[in-house]
């Protein structure tokens, strides 16, 4: 027998209260990380957004959109080494309408160049005529240019619906409206999971013929910089280019954009972190009553131990690790459960957001809560046991 | 020489406002292996007298020494370790801890020293086996007779090697046969191994069996 396994033995006294109290501390733990894991998750959708590129869309709102003739004039800007540009589609599946995903219409000859270094095609289908891409495109998309249908969608996405290459799946437009068939041409894979792989990316001119009677209206551009160090400056100079015009330009680095979407959710962030404190403070008070309750039961052993030679700092000591085992192993089990749970569900809300993620500062917050629970709920019973008169706890066990 | 040497000792209880003299000047020496039994009425210091010996309580006047160490010089953590090696506590309730087995229990004093966990466990079982429990390591209290408990108890009291034993009402929650076998163990503590018992009872039978007979009352000694 050691000091330690006294604490142990000590915590299997009440299986049914402590096996309570460690599943109020897991659940706790488990809530905090979770709702931190919402926070980190927006977190990593703004990271994802490159400073290298600026989105320029229209001033007034995102849902209004550009003229087709700004790109010439926007690739003309000093600075700006490409010009791409994409229009949301929010198309509907209507085999299963609840089923969300989102799916982009993009000028795919120069959209898979500027995002190159955040993909990777992992299946393409093989073209059927002599396999001719535009100039810097991956010619494992042969078949998705041969094909004014075709489109390109994420491995998440492909897996979740068990898709599989060259099979048509069709889209009821929102915006849009009718039916819209797409055959799919390539898969791929996001080099960081944040950039999310639950998007349908199909042609713009496909949306631009068939949904817009060819008016190329535009929702966003995107530009890429030759120097990042310029974003400052080009975004300025684009914006002054439109100032007076119809549809005025808002440019910012993709970032920015993203982390404007994140603004949107205004003080939910804020009130998801309050709740995660909230939660965690509860259990902290149960956890608290329960290791004052199970000292008190044994004011009598401590005084016995005492009597036995265990000076006041070693029975601190044992109430205090009574209290921090308890904790640290329920938070350990709560924080590290939020990671392999949330993660494992890949849930992205219908591709707005990336991947549920919970990072490793939050598990290793939620832990370090569960350090301070220890501490803060052992703290007071071990103070009260450490100070207890011998003598008069004698009596009363006698 | 004395082993417990009690000069003069004063202590008062406060209850609420109220004082209540429990020792009154007390005088007594015991000699090292001597076997003492404490009588007297409820109230009249002799538990008392016991906690002042043992360092678990402190005397408001006076001086008392246990082995040559004068306990005013010690206080907190020198007391407590001062305590686990010279001084085994028997109590009349056995005092055991319930979630601990027989050998565990007896091992409790000796976490306090340094030493490998095999010998603190070879030292524990030789503490049973003299008290006649060899066989009944693993049981836990719930398990064992209320003798069997005091023993284990008094093997707990004597795995540390301590001079002196105190011993408050050890067979007070007994029968007549298991109070005589815990009185024939501790004769034979005090016999074979020397210690210096100071017991506190209201029975004479067993109070008979030691060495001296004190008789305390009011907080002095009346013989």
Redesign the interface.
């Known amino acids: 027998?050691?000091?330690f396994s006294?604490v142990l033995?000590?915590l299997?006294?009440n299986k049914l209260r402590t096996a309570l109290t460690v599943l109020s501390v897991v659940v706790a733990l488990f809530l905090f990380c979770s709702l931190r894991g919402v926070l980190d998750t927006l977190a990593a959708s703004i990271r994802v957004g490159s400073e290298a590129r600026l989105v320029t869309r229209n001033a007034i709102s995102l849902i209004f959109p550009l003229p087709p003739a700004y790109r010439e004039r926007l690739a003309a800007q000093p600075g700006v080494k490409t010009v791409s540009w994409g229009n949301w589609f929010g198309g509907r599946d209507p085999v299963d309408p609840g089923d969300f995903y989102a799916q982009f219409a993009v000028d795919a000859a120069t959209y898979f160049p500027v995002y190159a270094s955040d993909i990777d095609l992992i299946l393409a289908a093989r073209p059927q005529g002599p396999g001719v891409v535009p100039a810097g495109v991956d010619p494992k998309l042969a078949a998705f240019f041969e094909d004014r249908t075709g489109c390109v969608v994420g491995e998440k996405l492909f897996r979740r619906k068990k898709w599989r290459l060259g099979q048509t799946v069709t889209v009821s437009g929102t915006i849009f409206p009718g039916p819209w068939p797409f055959v799919i041409r390539a898969v791929y894979r996001a080099k960081d999971p944040a950039f999310g792989e639950e998007a349908l990316l199909f042609h713009w001119k496909y949306l631009e013929e068939k949904g817009m009677g060819g008016s190329g209206a535009v929702g966003w551009y995107v530009l890429e910089l030759s120097d990042p160090g310029q974003a400052g400056s080009v975004s300025r100079a684009v914006d002054a280019l439109y100032e007076n015009s119809a549809a005025a330009t808002r440019t910012e680095t993709e970032r920015a954009f993203q982390a404007g979407f994140v603004s949107m959710y205004g003080n939910v962030p804020f009130l998801v972190g309050l709740i995660g404190f909230a939660v965690v403070f509860a259990i902290l008070l149960v956890a608290a009553n329960t290791m004052m309750m199970a000292t008190r039961e044994r004011t009598?052993?401590y005084a016995?131990?005492?009597?036995?030679?265990?000076?006041?700092?070693?029975v601190f000591l044992l109430v205090l690790a009574e209290g921090a085992v308890l904790t640290l192993g329920a938070g350990l089990a709560g924080s590290l459960l939020a990671k392999l749970v949330l993660e494992g569900s890949g849930f992205n809300a219908g591709g707005f957001l990336p991947p549920m993620t919970v990072s490793w500062t939050t598990v290793a917050a939620g832990i370090g809560i569960a350090v301070f629970m220890g501490a803060v709920s052992g703290v007071f019973p071990a103070v009260r046991a450490s100070r207890l008169n011998?003598?008069e706890a004698?009596r009363r066990?006698? | 020489m004395a082993s417990v040497t009690v000069r003069d000792v004063r202590k008062v209880y406060h209850r609420d406002s109220q004082a209540i003299p429990v020792l009154d000047g007390l005088t007594l020496d015991i000699a090292d292996g001597d076997f003492v039994a404490l009588m007297g009425p409820s109230g009249s210091g002799k538990t008392t007298l016991l906690?002042l010996i043992?360092g678990?309580?402190t005397v408001d006047s006076g001086s008392i020494t246990v082995g040559g160490q004068d306990l005013a010089q010690l206080s907190?953590?020198t007391l407590?370790?001062w305590?686990?090696?010279h001084i085994g506590?028997i109590?009349?309730?056995y005092?055991l801890?319930p979630?601990?087995t027989a050998i565990?229990n007896v091992?409790?004093?000796l976490?306090?020293v340094r030493m490998s966990?095999k010998e603190?466990?070879e030292r524990a079982r030789l503490a049973l086996d003299l008290v006649g429990l060899g066989d009944r390591l693993r049981h836990y209290p719930r398990q064992l007779s209320g003798g069997q408990e005091q023993r284990v108890a008094i093997a707990?009291a004597v795995v540390?090697d301590p001079a002196v034993l105190l011993a408050d009402e050890p067979t007070g929650d007994l029968d007549r046969k298991s109070g005589g076998e815990i009185l024939d163990l501790l004769e034979r503590l005090n016999d074979e191994f020397k210690k210096t018992i100071v017991m506190v009872t209201h029975d004479p039978h067993a109070a008979e069996r030691a060495h001296r007979i004190l008789h305390l009352e009011k907080g002095v000694l009346s013989n």
């Open positions: 027998m050691s000091l006294l033995v000590n299997g006294r009598g052993e016995v131990l005492k009597t036995l030679g265990f000076d006041d700092r070693t011998i003598v004698l066990v006698d | 906690n043992g678990i309580d907190g953590r407590a370790r305590r686990s090696r506590f109590f009349q309730l005092n801890i979630v601990l565990e091992e409790l004093p976490l306090l966990p603190r466990r707990r540390s």
